[in-house]
């Protein structure tokens, strides 16, 4: 099995600032891609940030400028350092990736989410 734990949220006042984590655990071959999604209450889910197994990211227009998506691939971990904290940025915060499997337990290409880590940000 696969398995995605995300920590690092809480309530911060706006203007404020997080570290969300994500680490990645179990027979993992490989990483590809490590995203961060959010959901606010009443809203779809949505893609804030997206970092590649070689470094390159890409940010959703609400984020950019304020968000960084960075990984180490080393611990299987991806972290979402969020500055300039808005209040319309409360939401759950998922982790998602596509991971290989290592060829034991797991055969294959997976895509698991973490359980999600709530971010709220007050006025």
């Known amino acids: 099995q696969v398995q995605l734990v995300e920590s690092g949220g809480g309530l911060v006042q706006a203007g404020g600032s997080l570290r969300l984590s994500c680490a990645a655990s179990?027979?993992?071959?490989?990483?590809?891609?490590m995203d961060w999604y959010r959901q606010a209450p009443g809203k779809q889910r949505e893609l804030v940030a997206t970092?590649?197994?070689?470094?390159?990211?890409n940010y959703a227009d609400s984020v950019k400028g304020r968000f960084t998506i960075s990984r180490d691939n080393d611990k299987n971990t991806v972290y979402l350092l969020m500055n300039s904290l808005k209040p319309e940025d409360t939401a759950v915060y998922y982790c998602?990736?596509?991971?290989?499997?290592?060829?034991?337990?797991?055969?294959?290409?997976?895509?698991?989410w973490g359980q999600g880590t709530q971010v709220i940000v007050s006025s």
């Open positions: 998602h990736a596509e991971i290989r499997g290592d060829g034991t337990r797991v055969v294959g290409v997976l895509w698991p």
């Open positions: 179990g027979s993992i071959g490989s990483i590809n891609f």
């Open positions: 970092i590649t197994s070689g470094g390159s990211t």
